[in-house]
């Protein structure tokens, strides 16, 4: 993550990536004037540094100018263009290539098939390291593209936000506030965790996500990744990772406009919590707290005993088993509480007295967030 004026940027593109991807242009373009001598145009300021690789790695004889926008700031996209300077050169009958750094709405595409409409060039031809689909409102063809990328804003490798990050190896993309609240909800056995989840989903306006409940629905209704986990399942073998956060995401996917989730049952591990930290991040939100509710294990194995009297559930009736649920939950926990402390997200709470004390001390965990 980095920070350029105001605005915060994540990792996009690698160097690596770029490097292949100019690679590839390289080597298209090439294939395609291996008899000719194209003057290679690129589009100032932006376009430097994509200009200048593609140019030391191009094989064979060829020339290079630049012509420069009039106007481009910030964040504008190509909104305030007005025209292109720089073009002194006498290109009649020459190939010529212009080399766009990125293409969004395509103004200033338009720009520059104005400026040449009357040059009497040979041959024509646009490429472009990054790409914008989305955005892009103009019917004029791109013969050569490097990276199609989302309609979102980026900088690095010749790009900048406000005069910064043109110097960038690599590309990054903005990072959007998202103002979520998301929990990682955990509580053993008998603790109440469903119940607290059920009141703080309806205050909070949260989504409550039962990675249990995920599952269920998922095979039931023999979704492509239901199926997937059944396969393991049936096998007596773990689920992967990456299929349960898979189905997270599609959870998450369903309810965009929501203004946060809780999560139940996930994560396990370190690597879950890596994983969904990962999720979260790709959404442009993250993990604000995991809350654990604490209650002594003499109170689980009696709550749970009372419950087994009428829920029918057998686990609930051998007090052995209680207190291996019990251990089991510890052990889990302990190495979660170890991952969210050294973030200053681990949030102990006492999960003794009446419902509504439990929901208050809970709610007041969440406030200060």
């Known amino acids: 993550m980095i920070q350029l004026h105001d605005k ?30 194209p003057v290679f ?12 690789d593609f140019v030391k790695k191009y094989p064979k004889p060829c020339e290079v100018t630049f012509i420069k926008l009039a106007s481009y700031e910030g964040l504008k996209s190509s909104e305030d263009i007005q025209r292109l300077i720089g073009l002194t050169q006498d290109l009649t009958g020459r190939t010529v290539i212009i080399l766009e750094d990125i293409i969004d709405s395509g103004k200033t595409l338009a720009e520059v098939y104005r400026i040449f409409k009357n040059e009497k060039v040979k041959t024509l031809k646009i490429a472009t390291l990054f790409f914008k689909p989305e955005a892009y409102k103009k019917d004029f063809k791109l013969h050569y593209v490097g990276i199609k990328i989302p309609d979102k804003f980026i900088v ?12 960038l190896p690599e590309i990054y993309q903005i990072k959007e ?13 008998g603790a109440g965790k469903g119940t607290q989840a059920n009141f703080l989903k309806e205050k909070y306006n949260l989504v409550h996500i039962s990675t249990g409940d995920v599952f269920r629905y998922n095979i ?64 442009d939100s993250q993990i604000n707290a995991m809350i654990a509710l604490e209650v002594d ?5 009696e709550r749970l005993l009372k419950r087994g009297e009428t829920s029918g559930r057998a686990d609930d009736a051998d007090e052995s088993v209680i207190r291996n649920r019990i251990k089991v939950y510890y052990a889990e926990t302990a190495i979660l509480k170890d991952y969210y402390t050294a973030q200053d997200k681990y949030y102990g709470v006492d999960g003794v007295g009446s419902i509504e004390e439990i929901t208050k001390r809970l709610s007041s965990v969440i406030d200060a967030l």
């Open 177 to 189: 506030t998202q103002h979520m609240t998301n929990l990682v909800l955990f509580g053993p056995p």
């Open 8 to 37: 915060f940027f994540k990792p996009f593109i690698s160097a690596e990536e770029i490097e292949t991807a100019v690679d590839r242009l390289v080597a298209e373009i090439a294939n395609d004037f291996a008899d000719e001598v």
């Open 156 to 167: 690095g490798y010749g790009l900048d936000y406000d005069h910064l990050g043109r110097d």
């Open 220 to 283: 039931k209704n023999e979704t492509a990744l239901g199926m997937l986990a059944k396969s393991y399942i049936d096998k007596g073998a773990l689920v992967p990772d990456q299929v349960t956060i898979d189905m997270l995401n599609a959870e998450v996917e369903k309810n965009t406009d929501a203004n946060g989730f809780i999560f139940d049952g996930f994560p396990r591990t370190n690597a879950q919590a890596e994983a969904l930290d990962k999720l979260m991040d790709s959404k």
């Open 41 to 52: 145009v690129g589009i100032l300021n932006g376009s430097f540094m994509f200009t200048s």
């Open 297 to 301: 294990d003499e109170i689980l194995v």
